[in-house]
């Protein structure tokens, strides 16, 4: 695997990270922000993040020339 | 007439008239109608991909959940996010290998990378099984909407019929580019209907959000936390379910046959990168069934929660509007599910158990017509077993998820070998079936389809290692036994 393709990864991995293995420590009513129930905020606030991860992604992938290898 | 009527008339058949006039000067073959000729550009993609997620399930089955259920509905914007991080690295190699080989769907792809026909039957065979109750789902959403929506001058039988036959004619002739620019409506109609609503409803019942939410915490408090009103969906459900269905979201057959559609692996990256953004709606959507809760509470079915807020709130006109949307909005969906489930039955098990001989041609014409038979069973099934909303999805998803190691293990994975997919998907599918089907949904406060899919995954790769270890002493020096393909690796 390449370093552009692992860091591509891992930035992919931000809203697995966030949006699934964090939510048993944000599963709370208060505090609410901008009239959002927390959980709710915190779902959001990462949903709309996702296309910044991914775009952290896009350009991970395609630093080493246009193509990116995909090795085991 | 009334006039919500007018309008639900004028929108459906207006959409139906824009999904005939786009194939108008295409030459039918195959490829044209299965894969859009594989030359759609970035705004084609994203309205096709986005007419697929929104389905009349974002109308209904959200706030229904949102009513009835509470925080456990928020697992709708997750799966979808987590499902376009997965499709930026998934897609376009599958979009690749499609090029390579000149797939048109999902089993095309499971036999060119293991090699066998068989599995390919098996594929598809469990593809069509689960797109039928999704494509039910869609006509039952739209038959409900619109009887409401034109105050039952339209009964919800006679609504799904003369949809069903409208979405079959732009299916036959104009293929997955109709459905593209029918999808093209069916944006506009559902984004202006769900922000006027969303917004709407909050401000005009309690000045918005904020106090809707605050007299939401004090009157039920629990309902905006897991497990929300239910006693069985706590925050490991929300987490198995968001998992299960982000990761087998483009795994559905009709889903992952519109990947082909690309013009360019690229397009299909920057379309993942702006999907995310789509998921505003179903925030709005949610707020819709929680106002709902509190200026309508006891509706003996949640699914009807954003309906009838809306008749109580707005004109005549304005559900007519809502109507049109919505019946659009299931339109776009049935029209892509039977397309891929009429391919999936003529060409790949067809063709490939019972006539290997029959010309593209031959398959084009037969799949054509498939497309009545598969909307016909459909129907039947609508008119005759409707059930509730949202369980319906989740079935369906089980089945296709359990696709997911295949597709990526085999993608990324050389050693991934047939015996053992076969082997992982067997287990996956009759391990789903087995714990929804006994009530054992969920299973130890997981996901069923979840359980299935991690056992499908192990024995996936448990065979493959066994498999390649055998093969090796067998064939020395042979390439690994059922890679035919190596844009795969």
Redesign the interface.
């Known amino acids: 695997m390449s370093k552009g393709t692992a860091r ?2 891992l930035f ?1 991995s ?3 990270l966030t ?3 964090c ?2 420590f944000v ?3 208060r505090p ?1 922000i ?4 927390f ?2 905020f915190w ?2 606030f ?3 993040m ?2 910044l ?3 952290g ?2 350009r991970a992938l395609r630093k080493p020339g246009d193509s990116q290898e ?1 090795k ?1 | 007439m009334n006039t919500a009527l007018i309008i639900i008339l004028t929108a459906v058949f207006l959409s139906a008239a824009i999904g005939l006039y786009a194939g108008r000067r295409l030459e039918m073959s195959l490829e044209n109608w299965t894969v859009g000729g594989r030359r759609f550009g970035i705004l084609l993609i994203w309205l096709l991909m986005a007419g697929e997620i929104y389905t009349t399930f974002t109308f209904l089955g959200a706030s229904g959940w949102a009513y009835s259920r509470g925080a456990p509905t928020f697992y709708i914007m997750i799966y979808g996010t987590l499902a376009y991080a997965v499709s930026f690295f998934v897609l376009p190699e599958i979009w690749k290998a499609g090029r390579r080989f000149g797939l048109h769907t999902q089993p095309d792809f499971f036999v060119a990378r293991y090699g066998s026909r068989s599995l390919g039957v098996f594929v598809a065979l469990i593809g069509v099984i689960s797109i039928i109750p999704y494509l039910q789902l869609q006509l039952q959403g739209l038959g409900l909407i619109v009887e409401v929506a034109s105050d039952g001058a339209i009964r919800s039988g006679p609504a799904i019929v003369g949809s069903f036959l409208l979405t079959c004619a732009f299916v036959y002739t104009s293929g997955l580019r109709g459905a593209a620019w029918v999808a093209v409506v069916k944006d506009v109609l559902m984004i202006a209907a769900v922000g006027v609503v969303g917004f709407g409803v909050p401000r005009i019942y309690f000045g918005g959000f904020g106090r809707m939410f605050r007299t939401l915490a004090e009157r039920f408090p629990g309902h905006l936390t897991f497990p929300g009103a239910t006693t069985n969906m706590d925050t490991v459900w929300v987490m198995s379910t968001a998992l299960l269905t982000g990761l087998g979201f483009y795994m559905w057959p009709h889903v992952f046959g519109s990947a082909f559609s690309a013009k360019s692996a690229r397009t299909i990256r920057r379309n993942a990168m702006i999907m995310p953004f789509y998921q505003i709606p179903i925030l709005l959507v949610f707020m819709v069934g929680f106002t709902a809760l509190l200026v309508l509470p006891g509706l003996k079915n949640g699914d009807m929660a954003f309906l009838e807020i809306v008749r109580r709130t707005y004109p005549r006109w304005f559900m007519g509007f809502v109507g049109s949307a919505g019946a659009v909005t299931a339109m776009v969906p049935a029209a892509v599910l039977v397309l891929f489930a009429s391919t999936l039955l003529t060409k790949n098990v067809y063709r490939a158990a019972f006539a290997p001989a029959a010309s593209e041609e031959k398959i084009l014409r037969l799949s054509r017509l498939a497309v009545l038979f598969i909307m016909a069973a459909a129907l039947l099934f609508a008119l005759r077993f409707p059930n509730a909303l949202v369980n319906l999805l989740l079935i369906g998803y089980d089945g296709v998820s359990q696709f997911f190691p295949g597709v990526v293990l085999g993608l990324f994975w050389k050693r991934t070998s047939r015996g053992g997919v076969v082997a992982g998907l067997t287990a996956g599918v009759v391990l789903a079936a087995v714990l929804v089907f006994s009530g054992h949904d969920p299973f130890l406060g997981l996901n069923a389809g979840f359980v299935a899919l991690a056992v499908n995954a192990l024995v996936a790769i448990l065979v493959s290692l066994a498999a390649r270890s055998r093969g090796k002493t067998a064939r020395k020096g042979g390439r690994p036994g059922n890679c035919k393909a190596n844009v795969f690796v």
């Open positions: 591509a990864l992919g931000i809203p697995f949006l699934v293995f939510l048993p599963n709370r009513l609410m901008l009239g959002l129930p959980l709710l779902i959001l990462w949903v709309l996702t296309p991860a991914l775009f992604a896009d995909e085991e």
